[in-house]
């Protein structure tokens, strides 16, 4: 009688456990993700390799990368993952669940100054789910969205990641703010050159604000934003406008974060010739994933709805 030949079996959570190893190339990113300790993911991987009999993954220096099989399998975890989860989500809008927890981001403009207004309308539509938002830089909610950590984000430009899903929802304008004392306080707007001889606040390397300040300063002064005398990074919005209200330097910033000081008076609101700084604000997903029902009722209400309450025509 011939030996029977040895099948190879695994289970839907060492291919989660595995799919999260491969795309954060770190045992110890993917712990935290899956909520495991990092010899607890270990261990899985090893058991994962002895039930299919093949390496799957190597390390290369501090990145962990899958092998020829490892690609192979990682290929087909992709698949059962995402066909778990269509059955899951697809039971759900069956039984007509509408409850749930919505994990979002929002780089610094569109998180502080316009999203928990938007959220509390939502609420009022959709009582039973709950919405979650980080607020950090354009940059770091990109990343967050594409690892599954965040379901959807707002950020102040546009991505240029394939992997994500883009789309225009918001418009602002970037303003020069100066602080009541400021020698400028009695003009509307100011020539590109006269930024020169000036101390500026910008935002920290990776904010959407930076991105769309360069993009604009480098049409009208030679250089762009290499030349000009930068003084000070600040981390958000808040505290750029209390840079300048200190008397730290003046700073392209966006018209909604100084709403409050400009009607009180504690800033004024200048042009820069030749410039009208308009800037989107963008819905990003990850188009690999397949969204919740209480991530496409988000999704749909955002983009129906503005800011104001009012239907989006853009």
Known sequence: MGRKKATIDFDLRQLEIFRRVVELKS??????????????????????ERLVGIKLLDRLGRQVVPTKAGEL????????????????????????????????????IPGEYILPGVIGRFHEEFPGISVTI????TSDIEKRVIEGELELGVVGSRSRN???????????????AVSKGHPWTAKKEVLPEELANQPLIFRERGSGTLRTTREYLQKVIPGGTDGLNV?????????????????VGISIISARAIKTELDAGLLKALKIKELCMLRSFYLIRDKRRIASPSCQAMLDFL???DETGQDNHE
């Open 73 to 108: 399998l990682y290929k087909h975890a992709v698949l059962l993952l995402d066909m778990k989860q269509t059955a899951a989500l697809e039971m759900e809008n069956f039984l007509g669940l509408k409850q749930g927890t919505i994990r979002m981001g929002g780089s610094t």
């Open 231 to 247: 003084v000070a990074r600040f981390g958000s919005s808040t505290a750029v406008k209390e840079g300048i209200k200190a008397g």
């Open 27 to 48: 045992f110890s990113r993917a712990a935290e993700k899956v909520f495991l300790a990092q010899a607890s993911v270990s261990e899985r991987i090893a058991t994962l």
């Open 134 to 137: 980080s607020i950090s830089d």
């Open 303 to 305: 983009t129906h709805e």
């Open 162 to 176: 394939s992997l994500l899903q883009v789309r225009r929802i918001w418009q602002d304008e970037l303003v020069l």
